[in-house]
């Protein structure tokens, strides 16, 4: 399983981005929480199209669940379109991966 989470930086100690489209970041973990690639998000500057460019990305690279702090209505219905998953989540991208796959766990 693979994960995004939109990011502010390259790191785990990083905040989670409010702006799923717009952040500067994507870093991807498997299930295991290991980090195991950093995307300079390149729909982060610039007009209109962002989040739909953005789940586009994320599914080309075969990501199975996004996590941001908020989702525009274009992106969610891009990510339903090819099947991702998402969540919102606000707070350090640590403690989003251990929530959200503890959730995923348990059902």
């Not at 995004?4 to 790191?11: D, E, L, P, R, V």
Request: proline share 2%; aromatic share 10%.
């Amino acid at each position: 399983m693979k994960i995004a989470i939109a990011s502010t930086g390259k790191t785990k100690n990083d905040d989670v981005d409010e702006k799923a489209g717009r952040a500067p970041f994507y870093l991807i973990f498997n299930e295991s929480e290991e980090l195991v690639e950093t995307i300079d998000n390149p729909f982060s500057f610039g007009s209109g199209g962002a989040g739909f460019s953005v789940a586009k990305m994320l599914a080309d690279k075969n990501i199975e669940i996004v996590i941001a702090g908020k989702f525009g209505s274009k992106m969610v219905d891009a990510m339903e379109e090819r099947g991702l998953k998402y969540y919102e989540f606000d707070g350090k991208v640590s403690d989003a991966l251990t929530s959200i796959l503890n959730q995923t766990k348990n059902g």
